[in-house]
């Protein structure tokens, strides 16, 4: 379905009959993927989600730092969780699965860019059709998110945990963004006008770490599991 029929759709007038049909079907699709999920990811142990762009290269800069910081996070004693596909995704996967540690894919279904990469465990690759379930899992089974460069795929990934950790729906996991040149902007403006306009408050703010190094990276993680004297391994 192009983009006009779906819009047109969606001022297309329905039938009860129709919608009772199409909306549980939905829901049992939805189901399925939240119990695939939960029956593979219930007993993973310590995971943090690296999170990217798929349009990262091989053998460019941060494509090389997402597959240090997970080498490195597992070398910690953390597993590794991604969207499971290409660029970021696929550098994650790589760096757990070159020291031995969980590699976890969480793969979305897309007419474009998002094939899941060949560093995933087997028994650790699930492919969602609905990216709302897809978040769910990232959040649910992460005890941290690292945030490499991006684009609009990635910003709802960071700003839903950033969220859920303000509204005290999840714990107050620790959010590492990689990369000052790629994001001092976006901090810039928060802010400078997101902070000025008082929708949010300044203790928002420590939500965020910002780094250079995957050593700096994993430091964050390892820093705020030991002021509750937690390691991985908890």
Same mark, same amino acid.
């Given at each position: ?6 819009? $047109? ?16 079907? @939905?829901?049992?699709? &939805?189901? =399925? ?14 995971? &943090? ?20 910081? =997970? =080498?490195?996070? &597992? ?6 969780? +991604? ?55 990232? @959040? ?6 690292? &945030? ?5 795929? +990635? ?22 963004? @990689? ?11 928060? $802010?400078? +006008? ?22 700096? =990276? ?17």
């Amino acid at each position: 379905m192009n983009n006009e029929d779906k819009i $047109k759709q969606a001022f297309r007038d329905r039938d009860w009959n129709e919608i009772k049909t199409h909306d549980s079907w @939905v829901i049992f699709k &939805v189901m =399925a993927e939240m119990v695939e999920g939960f029956e593979k990811l219930a007993k993973i142990g310590p995971c &943090v989600s690296i999170f990217g762009s798929a349009r990262t290269k091989p053998g460019t800069e941060y494509y090389q730092m997402a597959e240090d910081i =997970a =080498a490195k996070l &597992v070398r910690h004693g953390y597993g590794v969780i +991604t969207g499971g596909g290409p660029g970021i995704m696929e550098a994650g996967n790589k760096g757990a699965r070159s020291e031995n540690g969980k590699s976890v894919g969480l793969n979305i279904e897309l007419p474009h860019e998002q094939g899941n990469n060949i560093y995933i465990d087997p028994d650790k690759l699930i492919t969602f059709d609905y990216f709302f379930v897809r978040k769910v899992m990232f @959040v649910k089974y992460s005890q941290g998110f690292v &945030v490499m460069p991006g684009g609009f795929g +990635t910003l709802d990934e960071l700003f839903e945990a950033i969220t859920l950790i303000q509204t005290n729906k999840i714990g107050r996991f620790p959010i590492v963004l @990689v990369g000052e040149a790629f994001w001092s902007g976006l901090i810039d403006w928060v $802010k400078g +006008t997101m902070l000025k306009f008082g929708n949010i408050s300044n203790t928002d703010l420590d939500l965020i770490s910002i780094v250079e190094t995957p050593t700096d =990276a994993v430091r964050v993680i390892d820093e705020f599991y030991s002021k509750y004297l937690l390691s991985p391994n908890f």
